[in-house]
Structure formats: structure tokens, C-alpha cells
């Protein structure tokens, strides 16, 4: 089976790795100048390291690179059977490349969307067959991270959602079914993990040390929230954020933060920039471990996350056990949020919650009707 991605950047290049390395004839695509010999030149690094490693022989490194046609011509995507689009995040842009694409493939190709925050319907909506069109989103970096939300528009036909799903699989991928709403799961249900931390830090109950430290050392997160965001880069994570914001019609739940804009106006990205919350050139600030305040700011953020998955749950958006899955294989959760939400009782997660709302009396923090419900019928997730 011919499987073309149509933009050779980060996620493009991982997702063209991954579908060589499975054995398919790839084409990866690419308009810009200089992107695709950017493109082999990085893939050859990343395969001459796992030669290294010896995860795989030269003799394999060789197959996958001659499996891929780097190709600067999107005629060469013709006799695909399935196209991953992972091109700039600009609606018109996509927009244009599919119908471009609708030219080129015949009817039963699928085409699919990597975009992290646009409809799947708006994309598909320009399309002559509707139904062909879904979304598959893959975390950074592809070949590493586990998770693809796979996304059916309303146009999007049971057949097309099917192949894609038994394609993902097959590429050994964790595969969650979602909806077609902002953020879909991950980037939906993660918002609180950065945006309470950054009310906490403006509230100046702790700073950024002493709440990466409380997530960690007593949450089990693999990395603070201040840490994460300097990782991701500030701009990027500040995106999200105010896309999510915006698609959800202002919902104030997932308002951004000044403090997280300022730090994008100073030139602040994070590790990138080699400043963000913290300094890289110098040593890291040390964090307050006081256990009972780091006990109350790991309460407060995880609280307000499992009220997200539990809307979520609510809302329809997927499965309970796909939005634990999502999660902890997506973001590296150390336990799903339902899950987490059981063993530590809804009802406590309920009362935590109504004691921020009747203390701050903001929309931000209204239970979810769903958590309501379940503490009223005494009733868990598992
Ligand atoms: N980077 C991430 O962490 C991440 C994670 C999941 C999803 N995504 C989504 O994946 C998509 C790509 O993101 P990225 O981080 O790989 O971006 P990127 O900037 O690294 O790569 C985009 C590539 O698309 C090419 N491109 C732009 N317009 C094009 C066009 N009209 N035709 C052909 N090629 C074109 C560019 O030359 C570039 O090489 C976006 O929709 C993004 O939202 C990104």
C-alpha cells in the first residue's frame, strides 16, 4: 500500500519514518525550498542513530530510506491509497492542498489531517468526497510517542474511519477514538495541568520550582508544568491554549494567562529561546518542599484535570477508557485521570472542587454535571 505525507516537517518526516520503517512505498512531499533535502538529511541522522544503537542493521537503514520518494512534485502522490497531510496549521492553506490532492488520487484514497487544532469538517467541507476525509493526530515526536487520536469529521463515511484505524494499529500505534471538537482529547482535557499552574504561580501561592516540584515529586508527573512549557515552547503551548479558547467560544475555563503571554512578548519560548520560566545558562531555582503546600497545589491542578476528563466523558468527546489512554500515552500521565479519579474518590475530587467555586465564584471551576450526578448516585468509573 502507497502512503504519501504531504509536508516534510517535524511531523511529517516522523510519520513518513514510521510508515517506511512498516514497509510501505512512502512519498514525502514538501513545496518549500530546501524542506526536503532538510528532510533526508534529518531522517538519515535519526536512522544512522539507531544503527548506533542497534535497533536496527545498516542493511534496514538502507530499505527505509529507499522505500521513501522525497518528492518536491505532488503529482508523485498518485497510486496512493492513503495521504497524511502534516503541512503548515493555516485552515486555508489545508483547505487548498486537499482539493489539490482530490485531483491527483482517485476516489478510494483516504485523506487525512495531522492538524492539531482545526475541524476535521472544515477541512473536509472543500473536499468533492467528503467522506474520505479524517483526522489522525500524531504526538511529537511520531516514531516515539505511542498515541494517535483518530478523528471521523460528520462527513467522514464508517469505511474511511475503519481503514484509518486498522492502518494505525498495524503501525503497532495506541489508537483513541475522538470527536471532532477543539483540542480533540489531549489537548482538551491537559489544558488545566498549565493553565491552573500559572493561576497558582499569579495567585503567588508557589513558584514555578515549588509547583513543578509538587507535580512531580508527590503527583508522579514525569515533568512539571513550568518545565513542560519550556519544552513545548511558550509560543507554541500559548497557541493551544487561546485556539482552544477561542473554539470553545470563551469558555473562561480555558482562559489563557498573562504571565505565559509576557513570557512569549520578552522572547521567553523556553528551552529553545534558552529562557522561559527558567534560566538555562544558570543554575535552577530551588523549590520550597514543604509537603502540605505542595499537597495543596497538586490537589487543586488535579482536581481541575479530572473535571476536564470527566466533562469530557460527559460531552461525548470518547470512551472513558480512551480518554485514560489518551493521557497516559499521549502526555505520559502516570495514571489515567478517571482511573485516578476513582481511587481517590469522586466525591472528595467534588467537594475540592465546589470549595474553589464558592471561594473564587468564576465558571472556571463548575464541577461537571457528570461528577455531580455520579457522586449523587454514589457511582465510580471502574
Ligand atoms: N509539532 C508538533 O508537536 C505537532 C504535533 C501534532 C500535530 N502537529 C500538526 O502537524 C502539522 C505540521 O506541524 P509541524 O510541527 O510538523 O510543522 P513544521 O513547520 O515542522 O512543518 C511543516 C512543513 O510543511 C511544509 N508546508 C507548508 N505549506 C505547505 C504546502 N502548501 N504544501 C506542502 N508543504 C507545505 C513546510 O515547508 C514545512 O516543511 C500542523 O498541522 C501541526 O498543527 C504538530
Not at 495521504?83 to 485552515?91: D, K, R, S, T, V
Not at 491527483?104 to 487544532?117: G, H, L, P, R
Not at 495543596?296 to 460531552?315: F, G, K, P, T
Request: glycine share 6%; charged share 25%.
Amino acid at each position: 500500500m502507497k502512503i504519501s505525507v504531504i509536508g516534510a516537517g517535524t511531523m511529517g518526516t516522523g510519520i513518513a519514518q514510521i510508515a517506511a520503517t512498516k514497509g510501505h512505498e512512502v512519498c514525502l512531499y514538501d513545496s518549500f525550498l530546501g524542506a526536503i533535502e532538510n528532510a533526508k538529511d534529518k531522517l538519515e541522522k535519526i536512522l544512522n542513530r539507531l544503527v548506533e544503537k542497534e535497533r536496527i542493521c545498516s542493511k534496514e537503514k538502507d530499505e527505509i530510506l529507499n522505500r521513501i520518494n522525497f518528492s518536491k512534485k505532488l503529482e508523485d502522490v498518485k497510486g496512493s491509497s492513503f495521504i497524511i497531510e502534516a503541512i503548515i496549521e493555516n485552515l486555508k492553506i489545508k483547505q487548498n492542498v486537499f482539493s489539490e490532492l482530490e485531483k491527483i488520487v482517485d476516489e478510494k484514497c483516504i485523506i487525512a489531517s495531522n492538524t492539531s487544532s482545526l475541524s476535521i469538517a472544515s477541512i473536509a467541507g472543500v473536499c468533492k468526497h467528503a467522506n474520505r476525509v479524517i483526522g489522525v493526530h500524531f504526538f511529537n515526536p511520531a516514531p516515539l510517542m505511542p498515541l494517535v487520536e483518530i478523528i471521523p469529521a460528520v462527513q467522514t463515511s464508517s469505511k474511511t474511519l475503519n481503514t484509518t484505524k486498522s492502518i494505525v494499529d498495524n503501525w503497532g500505534k495506541v489508537s483513541v477514538l475522538t470527536k471532532d471538537t477543539p483540542g480533540f482529547i489531549v489537548n482538551r482535557v491537559a489544558r488545566p495541568f498549565y493553565g491552573e499552574s500559572l493561576r497558582i504561580y499569579e495567585e503567588g501561592i508557589a513558584d514555578f520550582a515549588t509547583i513543578d516540584w509538587a507535580l512531580k515529586e508527590i503527583g508522579g508527573f514525569r515533568m512539571g508544568p513550568f518545565e513542560l512549557m519550556d519544552y513545548i515552547g511558550n509560543d507554541i503551548n500559548y497557541t493551544v491554549t487561546e485556539t482552544v479558547f477561542t473554539s470553545f467560544y470563551f469558555d473562561p475555563r480555558y482562559k489563557p494567562s498573562f504571565t505565559q503571554k509576557r513570557m512569549i512578548e520578552a522572547g521567553y519560548f523556553g528551552r529553545k529561546s534558552g529562557r522561559g520560566y527558567y534560566d538555562y545558562s544558570k543554575e535552577f531555582p530551588k523549590a520550597n518542599e514543604n509537603r502540605d503546600l505542595g499537597k495543596q497545589i497538586l490537589w487543586r491542578v488535579l482536581s481541575m484535570l479530572i473535571n476536564e476528563a470527566v466533562d469530557a466523558l460527559y460531552l461525548n468527546i470518547a470512551s472513558k477508557e480512551d480518554i485514560d489512554l489518551a493521557m497516559t500515552k499521549g502526555v505520559n500521565y502516570p495514571k489515567g485521570l478517571l482511573m485516578w479519579a476513582d481511587e481517590i474518590g469522586l466525591k472528595n475530587i467534588l467537594s475540592q472542587l465546589e470549595d474553589l467555586y464558592s471561594e473564587y465564584k468564576e465558571d472556571r471551576y463548575r464541577p461537571s454535571p457528570l461528577l455531580r450526578r455520579m457522586v449523587k448516585q454514589n457511582k465510580s468509573f471502574y
